[in-house]
């Protein structure tokens, strides 16, 4: 991949003057990590990380002359210091990984139709997936089962449209169950978004376009349903559209596979047709709230990323939510998510991005945030314009290359909820 590329999804975005200091304030400790990135305009590797506790995994997947590896660096958040490192060979390595899960036995990386289990205290490895393997991210459960899921709008041709959610034996390497289910909100799944979350006892699904909830035990069997209290400034309009979409999709879907079984032909669409897909996007990102993601927080509350019409890439809201209670503890409006035009403060552009990928979402914890950039923070000097900063960067990536390095932010006392 190209630099100039890479530029633009992550230094330019799009700009806000919305100011993000009062939502999170660079405590001035980083961690730099050894590997240059990129160097000479041309990517080294992918690269992601995960938070588990008082610790960060970092995941890079790098190219050298003999081979392709995976490495997994530990690095501790008392100190910012790496205290591990694993190298995993194996011809998957060879291909890019998707998501990941972290734990204290396991870690799984997500491939194509694949995963691989590695198991951190012997070091050995295990490859588990085939064609019909469509899991993509999960939660460990405990020392040995895992909850796998993916929400996707497939084609007939491809498998089901919906929600795919599964438990799997770590230890035997084998499904416990799998379950496949409607999903309200399937047309919302081409976006970047994550709707599930599970701990130790259940399984949480969330409808992005309603909030409702749905809680699952270890079984897959639904034992609730919640409706979050979600502010929405207009219910009644999300209800029609996601309506809407869904019973097109869902008819779509039907005629295809049963046209396909009376001829043995796929016909044409317009509901898996890119424009369709892009049409249906800025649509429901002009005029639509949505919830864009839920992720973990601490053993009670998870975090609702929020989306408002024309947020773009500027900014979210942000909503913590005790799942145990039902109670929003705090919100967080307009956090800051892309650089400013005008630099006031460090944060106007070493921002914390909450609309990123899964495999990138900031790392909550104890009242803090963790966040990687490729740019090097020392270079800010009180700058007031975004162009001179930005060349400044850039330049110094030409001359040094560019290493990933992850910054601690403190939160304010009211975002570090129980």
Same mark, same amino acid.
């Given at each position: 991949?190209?630099?100039?590329?890479?530029?633009?999804?992550?230094?330019?975005?799009?700009?806000?003057?919305?100011?993000?200091?009062?939502?999170?304030?660079?405590?001035?400790?980083?961690?730099?990590?050894?590997?240059?990135?990129?160097?000479?305009?041309?990517?080294?590797?992918?690269?992601?990380?995960?938070?588990?506790?008082?610790?960060?995994?970092?995941?890079? @997947?790098?190219?050298?002359?003999?081979?392709?590896?995976?490495?997994?660096?530990?690095?501790?958040?008392?100190?910012?210091?790496?205290?591990?490192?694993?190298?995993?060979?194996?011809?998957?390595?060879?291909?890019?990984?998707?998501?990941?899960?972290?734990?204290?036995?396991?870690?799984?990386?997500?491939?194509?139709?694949?995963?691989?289990?590695?198991?951190?205290?012997?070091?050995?490895?295990?490859?588990?997936?085939?064609?019909?393997?469509?899991?993509?991210?999960?939660?460990?459960?405990?020392?040995?089962?895992?909850?796998?899921?993916?929400?996707?709008?497939?084609?007939?041709?491809?498998?089901?449209?919906?929600?795919?959610?599964?438990?799997?034996?770590?230890?035997?390497?084998?499904?416990?169950?799998?379950?496949?289910?409607?999903?309200?909100?399937?047309?919302?799944?081409?976006?970047?978004? @994550?709707?599930?979350?599970?701990?130790?006892?259940?399984?949480?699904?969330?409808?992005?376009?309603?909030?409702?909830?749905?809680?699952?035990?270890?079984?897959?069997?639904?034992?609730?349903?919640?409706?979050?209290?979600?502010?929405?400034?207009?219910?009644?309009?999300?209800?029609?559209?996601?309506?809407?979409?869904?019973?097109?999709?869902?008819?779509?879907?039907?005629?295809?596979?049963?046209?396909?079984?009376?001829?043995?032909?796929?016909?044409?669409?317009?509901?898996?047709?890119?424009?369709?897909?892009?049409?249906?996007?800025?649509?429901?990102?002009?005029?639509?709230?949505?919830?864009?993601?839920?992720?973990?927080?601490?053993?009670?509350?998870?975090?609702?990323?929020?989306?408002?019409?024309?947020?773009?890439?500027?900014?979210?809201?942000?909503?913590?939510?005790?799942?145990?209670?039902?109670?929003?503890?705090?919100?967080?409006?307009?956090?800051?998510?892309?650089?400013?035009?005008?630099?006031?403060?460090?944060?106007?552009?070493?921002?914390?991005?909450?609309?990123?990928?899964?495999?990138?979402?900031?790392?909550?914890?104890?009242?803090?945030?963790?966040?990687?950039?490729?740019?090097?923070?020392?270079?800010?000097?009180n700058d007031k314009s975004l162009d001179i900063l930005i060349n400044k960067i850039m330049g110094d990536g030409k001359q040094n290359g560019h290493k990933w390095r992850l910054l601690e932010y403190n939160l304010p006392p009211y975002n570090q909820a129980d």
């Open positions: 991949m190209k630099l100039t590329a890479l530029i633009i999804s992550i230094l330019l975005t799009l700009f806000s003057t919305h100011s993000s200091r009062g939502q999170y304030v660079w405590s001035k400790k980083m961690y730099t990590d050894d590997m240059l990135f990129w160097q000479n305009n041309e990517i080294s590797g992918k690269i992601g990380y995960k938070g588990l506790r008082k610790e960060v995994r970092l995941f890079q @997947n790098i190219r050298t002359d003999n081979s392709d590896v995976l490495i997994v660096k530990t690095i501790g958040l008392n100190n910012l210091r790496q205290s591990r490192i694993d190298t995993l060979r194996d011809s998957i390595t060879s291909e890019t990984f998707g998501n990941f899960i972290v734990g204290d036995s396991f870690d799984i990386i997500f491939y194509e139709k694949k995963m691989l289990v590695y198991q951190r205290s012997s070091g050995r490895h295990s490859l588990y997936g085939d064609d019909n393997f469509v899991y993509n991210n999960g939660y460990l459960i405990n020392d040995s089962l895992v909850c796998l899921y993916r929400v996707y709008n497939y084609h007939p041709a491809d498998g089901f449209s919906g929600l795919h959610l599964a438990i799997f034996n770590l230890n035997k390497m084998e499904f416990v169950t799998t379950k496949k289910i409607n999903f309200s909100g399937i047309g919302l799944s081409n976006m970047n978004a @994550n709707w599930v979350y599970a701990n130790s006892e259940y399984i949480y699904i969330v409808s992005p376009m309603t909030g409702i909830l749905h809680k699952y035990d270890k079984t897959l069997t639904i034992i609730d349903t919640i409706i979050m209290p979600i502010n929405w400034s207009n219910i009644d309009k999300n209800v029609a559209f996601q309506y809407k979409i869904d019973s097109t999709i869902s008819s779509e879907y039907n005629r295809l596979k049963d046209t396909y079984a009376m001829t043995g032909k796929w016909v044409r669409n317009y509901v898996y047709n890119s424009d369709f897909i892009h049409k249906t996007i800025d649509d429901i990102r002009a005029h639509y709230e949505y919830i864009e993601k839920m992720m973990p927080y601490n053993d009670s509350v998870v975090l609702l990323v929020f989306y408002k019409p024309n947020y773009n890439f500027e900014k979210r809201d942000l909503i913590y939510y005790n799942i145990n209670s039902n109670v929003v503890v705090h919100s967080d409006s307009e956090w800051q998510c892309s650089a400013k035009t005008i630099i006031n403060d460090f944060e106007d552009y070493f921002t914390v991005n909450i609309f990123v990928s899964p495999n990138n979402f900031p790392y909550f914890f104890n009242g803090k945030v963790y966040y990687p950039t490729f740019a090097n923070p020392n270079l800010y000097k």
